[in-house]
T-cell receptor
């Protein structure tokens, strides 16, 4: 199993540009999520999904869209990038959304918005 | 309200010694899970250990153990026999039944040869 994969690894955008961060998992996990990591702030939940066709907002959803058309894929879209979205983005997945389920993380995407 | 608190921004430990990384949490849920992750300088998040709120025994995984004190709402990570490769950021996290997963701000551990 490849686990959780993310592309790209690095990305530089100009303010106002749009882009999609890709995330895929091959573990047949129902729960997938996106986090951003900023210095001194830990990881904050952006959006999550408990299955194909179902998504919901996390702590910091503004400026981001998600969709979940398949179990495997959970892309994160930035519609109009802003410098405040400069961060490291992690995708994660778990078998289900029970409190006992461990989340496994992808390698991260480092995004810089100029 | 902050759910996970890690009060030690940085810690140092001598190689082969044990070290305790502190974590306190705040929740009104009776059911929850507590997790520790390691983030080396390469950036990936590595799962270390899990403790459920109903587990009566402290969790252990190799050199990692979790000192779970439910009444005090603390879930401290103990690393025994520290190795140079243990130098990293360590994050405490909590999962509640409401689909939320909360992280602390992390503790930077440096192992000194």
């Amino acid at each position: 199993n490849a686990g959780v994969t993310q592309t790209p690894k690095f990305q530089v955008l100009k303010t106002g540009q749009s882009m999609t961060l890709q995330c895929a998992q091959d573990m047949n996990h129902e729960y997938m999520s996106w986090y951003r990591q900023d210095p001194g702030m830990g990881l904050r939940l952006i959006h999550y999904s408990v299955g194909a066709g179902i998504t919901d907002q996390g702590e910091v959803p503004n400026g981001y869209n998600v969709s979940r058309s398949t179990t495997e894929d959970f892309p994160l879209r930035l519609l109009s990038a802003a410098p405040s979205q400069t961060s490291v983005y992690f995708c994660a997945s778990s078998l289900k959304w029970r409190f006992t389920d461990t989340q496994y993380f992808g390698p991260g995407t480092r995004l810089t918005v100029l | 309200a902050q759910k996970i608190t890690q009060t030690q921004p940085g810690m140092f430990v001598q190689e082969k010694e044990a070290v305790t990384l502190d974590c306190t949490y705040d929740t009104s849920d009776q059911s929850y899970g507590l997790f520790w992750y390691k983030q080396p300088s390469s950036g990936e998040m590595i799962f270390l250990i899990y403790q459920g709120s109903y587990d009566e025994q402290n969790a252990t995984e190799g050199r990692y153990s979790l000192n779970f004190q439910k009444a005090r709402k603390s879930a401290n990570l103990v690393i025994s026999a520290s190795q140079l490769g243990d130098s990293a950021m360590y994050f405490c996290a909590m999962r509640t039944p409401g689909n939320q997963f909360y992280f602390g701000t992390g503790t930077s551990l440096t192992v000194i040869p």
